[in-house]
């Protein structure tokens, strides 16, 4: 049974830092493309950050030099490190794990910036 379990969320004020985890089971880990999505109000779930098995990483422009993307792959574990938070990261964000035709999701975490 899969499960990817994400934690770290909460309420910052602008300009501040989280980190998010996402710890999985149940699968091969270190084989997998590891993604954070996030999905705000109203809106569609979008893409944040990736990174391949092989550490390749990609990120959506409106987080580029404020987010990071990592990964430990001895803890089965994927992290998302976000500095300079702003107002609009405001949103649930959600771990995703690949491996050809298998996806597997995250239950998402909320991330809230505000002062």
């Known amino acids: 049974q899969v499960q990817l379990v994400e934690s770290g969320g909460g309420l910052v004020q602008p300009g501040g830092s989280l980190r998010l985890s996402c710890a999985a089971s149940?699968?091969?880990?270190?084989?997998?493309?590891t993604a954070w999505y996030r999905q705000a109000p109203g809106k569609q779930r979008e893409l944040v950050a990736t990174m391949t098995s092989g550490g390749r990483t990609n990120y959506a422009d409106s987080v580029k030099g404020r987010f990071t993307i990592s990964r430990d792959n001895a803890k089965n574990t994927v992290y998302l490190q976000m500095n300079s938070l702003k107002p609009e990261d405001t949103a649930v964000y959600y771990c995703?794990?690949?491996?050809?035709?298998?996806?597997?999701w995250g239950q998402g975490t909320q991330v809230t910036v505000s002062s």
């Open positions: 149940g699968v091969n880990f270190s084989i997998y493309a």
């Open positions: 995703k794990v690949s491996f050809m035709t298998r996806d597997y």
